[in-house]
């Protein structure tokens, strides 16, 4: 193998030992992340130091996109929508300097969920931004949005977090920083202000239609929630905030903050007062929020009669917060990305020797690898990951179990992965056998596909020295690598004859694909 390369070292010949030690001891200890939501109503962008995983907000800005008004019948985003987004991000992107990427995630949610040319908006928002862009399924939205809220409730006790957004609600019972229900409904105050008061006029029937269809949306787990239960009830977001803060305009909560059922009824007729949209003007109201507030109480007014509420608690904290707690918590035991890995295992009855065994050889490659491919320690740990998933597919059917697990991988609810990580790790578990997914591998987001094509390729290797299924991993693997391939130096046993016909066959395969393996055999 060629000698590794040394790192450059910075010529510091000016600085004491004991200055260079706190500067390394400051730098070690402190770490700048930021998150910005791509919410379906506002754009919101939260900076902020983390040391030991407490955070230090440093920086927040919020802009009303209103990505979902843009969104048609046809499921297109149209182009006013997608200008004020990528305008909003350009005015975000001046606070994300000398942020690591690795310290930075987006997320987008309902809007570019639903919207069919998504794709689009995300593609010239990845260009501006130098940062990919992920979109998360609803029930991982809720997941994070309990995790900010759980981190700024001091509290504990069983709780019921509500957090009403432009494009969808989310619902989430928990105790402590643990969820125990999770659901994204659809139903959000741009959408429902779109679809139940298109002409602008205020009225008993919309207000009622609006409300009857958030009831709608609320049978499906009003049963369950109740049987559940909680002890407190917070709202989260901007839909709570307002009302909260309209309320305590006009006297009619008991402190700040609270929401009873009997304020946002009063609440409900002055807005009936107020007969359209454009007429909205309430003390305590911001603007921008005023046309799109009907809807929002429609909403939050469906939840307190499906649930027979008495009060509620605005809360700070929601999803934005929980990107960042959720990001910081990743280099922690607390991960939450290996709890559903070990989930799928558990659910799917992986055989646990062998997924182990495959993982460990798995990382043993990688790490001879990254020697001259540009890999980062994150890779190694989605290369791991669809390792101890690469069987998951048999629980279906042995035949074809590479596709099975990939479609279970893609389609489950993974708390803490986003869509683009399951996608990653559905490929791997995809490409590990037989020919080379060049279809699924051509899907991949372009930047993600050359590290995709090297840890698939480190993944088939793993799982072939481990297919006699020994009782440990192999510890000598007789394996080199080249700038853009690996090459596999193999001394040949009586008993490596099941082996040497494994990777043969594994040459053909790659060599189909692009893709070179050599195979080098020695005299004993």
């Not at 930075?104 to 570019?112: F, H, K, M, P, Q």
């Not at 995790?147 to 494009?167: F, K, M, P, W, Y």
Request: proline share 4%; net charge positive; hydrophobic share 40%.
């Amino acid at each position: 193998m060629p000698k590794d390369t040394p790192f450059p070292v910075a010529d510091a010949h000016h600085a004491s030992p004991q200055s260079r030690r706190r500067t390394q001891e400051r730098h070690a200890a402190l770490t700048r992340v930021a998150a910005i939501d791509l919410g379906s109503n506002s754009f919101h962008l939260l900076v902020a130091n983390s040391r030991h995983g407490r955070l230090q907000i440093v920086a927040r800005r919020g802009e009303k996109v209103q990505l979902a008004s843009g969104l048609g019948a046809d499921g297109h985003l149209d182009d006013a929508a997608i200008q004020r987004a990528l305008g909003c991000l350009g005015r975000f992107s001046a606070f994300l300097r000398n942020i690591a990427p690795e310290n930075l995630r987006i997320v987008g949610t309902n809007a570019l969920r639903e919207a069919d040319n998504s794709r689009t908006f995300i593609d010239q928002a990845e260009a501006q931004l130098g940062h990919p862009i992920e979109i998360i399924a609803g029930r991982e939205e809720a997941r994070l949005i309990y995790l900010g809220a759980a981190h700024a409730l001091a509290e504990n006790g069983r709780r019921l977090i509500v957090d009403i957004g432009g494009g969808s609600t989310e619902l989430i019972i928990g105790e402590a920083f643990e969820p125990l229900a999770l659901e994204s409904l659809r139903m959000g105050c741009v959408t429902f202000s779109r679809r139940f008061f298109p002409d602008g006029r205020i009225t008993q029937a919309n207000m009622r239609r609006a409300e009857l269809a958030a009831l709608s949306e609320l049978v499906h787990i009003q049963r369950a929630y109740q049987q559940l239960g909680w002890d407190e009830l917070v709202g989260t977001s901007g839909t709570a905030k307002a009302v909260a803060s309209v309320l305590h305009a006009y006297g009619d909560s008991p402190q700040p903050g609270i929401i009873t059922r009997t304020g946002l009824h009063k609440l409900r007729q002055r807005l009936l007062d107020c007969k359209r949209l454009d007429k909205v003007a309430l003390d305590g109201l911001k603007a921008d929020r005023a046309s799109i507030l009907p809807a929002g109480v429609a909403v939050l007014t469906a939840i307190f009669e499906a649930f027979s509420l008495e009060r509620m608690r605005f809360a700070e904290g929601a999803l934005r917060e929980g990107v960042l707690y959720d990001m910081v918590g990743r280099d922690h035991a607390e991960d939450s990305r290996g709890k559903s890995i070990a989930a799928l295992k558990q659910r799917y009855s992986v055989d646990q020797r062998q997924a182990h065994n495959v993982a460990t050889t798995a990382g043993q490659l990688f790490d001879r690898a990254r020697q001259h491919w540009p890999l980062g320690n994150e890779l190694r740990r989605y290369l791991c990951w669809a390792a101890e998933l690469h069987e998951l597919g048999i629980a279906v059917s042995h035949s074809r179990f590479h596709r099975h697990g990939a479609y279970l991988i893609e389609h489950s609810d993974m708390a803490g992965f986003s869509r683009p990580e399951q996608q990653l790790l559905a490929f791997l578990v995809r490409a590990h056998r037989r020919k080379f997914p060049r279809k699924e591998y051509l899907m991949l987001p372009r930047a993600r596909q050359q590290d995709a094509a090297r840890l698939a390729r480190l993944l088939r290797l793993a799982v072939l020295f481990n297919h006699s299924r020994p009782e440990q991993a192999p510890v000598e693997l007789p394996v080199s690598m080249a700038n853009d391939g690996p090459a596999v130096a193999l001394s040949l046993r009586d008993s490596d004859t099941l082996l040497g016909a494994d990777l043969e066959q594994e040459a053909h395969y790659l060599e189909a694909a692009g893709y070179s393996l050599s195979l080098i055999r020695s005299a004993h």
